[in-house]
């Protein structure tokens, strides 16, 4: 375009030369040549240049993104606005874009500018759910992510709430019913909305159990499940049930031990079992004044960028602070080996979740942090027994589904009685 606005047909030519040429283009080349020919054809041309800006924010051969990705990102959100409301792929490929841009805003931190795009993707999920009378609205999950990240609890929980009750008609089977009632139950909790939360969790229970029972999931989710709905039930006052929930929990174990498991899983136990050891550890790994909290019990996919980043650069503090305060509880343990256990358990609990879904080697990295945390807990019980008793549990507990999620049964049920043991629950 020259510089009284007009389009220079001499540009345009040049264009279409461009991308007819028998020669490979960069994706730079298709770029320039995209954004002309956008202004002749916009029907034709912008999603392709939406595409093609995309191809230029990352350089595959390399594995490096563009120096100027996100302005490559926000200019393909612009050229997605521009098509025409009327086009009918005009929502899949403005989707698509608010999703790479969103993506990245959260990774340079500017979440507020993240969360307003996740809302404009939830606006094309509602549009698009409402025309085809699908009852799932796409952009949900993350929309409720992003709401709990800025401390939106009670937004977030209705978001999963609805999320969770579009697909819970078509059962277990649609794959990512589990991992959304983790999400919703997390929700409800950090909203503060324990009835709610607990029934989601027994009816996570309820379909792991089923699901196990008839060869069509893990027993190993199916016990991650039960502990985890007892450590709920406790924190929530409800002892005796979450009583008989853990002797369910060592019925299962017990059989796991002897027997294995009856059929050979692809191994997604072990992020099932991640993702309810996060929950597990909102109690001891408090965030820093001004972090926002992440949500409990979520995947690490679901969170932003940004905020697993966080995530994973908290161990390095929470390494200092262990390692300065066990120097002092040698000191004076009544003052600081309680305050110990519970950063040490924050500590072996991030980094679990961490190397559990970047290396098969994940038990190596983190075993003997979980043995630590164990022998930390035991020092506090022998200094304190009528403290240390359930801290030691909650340890003893914590390693027995680390040696589960790596197959080692034997290991995770001795583990597991010792627990009860110090429960005063065995019989």
Not at 104 to 123: D, K, N, V
Not at 330 to 355: G, Y
Request: proline content about 4%; charged content about 25%; hydrophobic content about 40%.
């Amino acid at each position: 375009m020259n510089h009284t606005g007009k389009i220079d047909q001499d540009d345009v030519l040049r264009a279409r030369n461009a991308l007819l040429g028998t020669g490979r283009r960069t994706a730079r080349e298709e770029v320039d040549a995209y954004r002309v020919l956008a202004q002749v054809g916009p029907a034709s041309y912008l999603p392709l240049l939406v595409r093609a800006l995309h191809r230029l924010s990352y350089d595959t051969s390399t594995g490096t993104k563009h120096a100027a990705c996100l302005a490559l990102y926000e200019e393909a959100v612009t050229a997605a606005r521009s098509i025409d409301p009327a086009e009918p792929t005009r929502a899949e490929v403005l989707y698509r874009a608010l999703d790479a841009c969103q993506s990245e805003l959260y990774i340079q931190g500017r979440s507020a500018e993240g969360l307003a795009m996740r809302a404009e993707m939830l606006a094309i999920g509602r549009a698009r759910a409402e025309l085809s009378g699908d009852p799932v609205v796409k952009g949900l999950r993350e929309w409720a992510a992003g709401l709990a990240e800025e401390g939106r609890y009670a937004e977030a929980a209705d978001a999963m709430t609805e999320l969770v009750s579009a697909i819970l008609p078509d059962g277990p089977h649609q794959g990512s019913l589990a991992w959304s009632l983790l999400d919703l139950i997390g929700a409800l909790h950090d909203a503060g909305r324990a009835d709610e939360a607990l029934a989601a969790f027994g009816r996570l229970v309820s379909m792991e159990a089923d699901e196990a029972a008839h060869d069509r999931g893990p027993m190993a989710c199916h016990l991650y499940s039960l502990i985890g709905y007892a450590l709920m039930l406790d924190t929530y006052g409800r002892g005796a049930q979450a009583t008989l929930v853990r002797q369910e929990a060592l019925a299962l174990l017990t059989e796991l031990a002897d027997t294995g498991e009856r059929k050979v899983w692809s191994g997604y136990q072990s992020s099932f079992w991640a993702v309810l050891l996060s929950f597990s550890g909102t109690e001891s790994d408090r965030s820093a004044p001004g972090e926002p909290r992440l949500d409990s019990g979520a995947a690490p996919m679901p969170w932003s960028p940004d905020a697993r980043r966080r995530y994973v650069d908290g161990r390095h503090a929470l390494r200092e602070a262990v390692d300065t305060l066990t120097v002092r509880a040698m000191e004076n343990p009544d003052e600081d080996l309680a305050e110990l256990v519970r950063l040490q358990r924050a500590f072996t609990i991030r980094s679990a979740v961490h190397w559990e879904h970047r290396t098969h080697q994940f038990a190596e990295r983190v075993r003997p942090l979980f043995d630590d945390g164990v022998g930390l807990a035991r020092r506090l019980f022998q200094h304190a027994p009528a403290d240390g008793a359930r801290a030691l549990a909650r340890a003893l507990i914590d390693r027995s589904t680390f040696h589960a999620a790596a197959y080692e049964f034997g290991a995770a049920l001795d583990d597991f009685r010792q627990a009860l043991s110090h429960l005063q629950e065995t019989h």
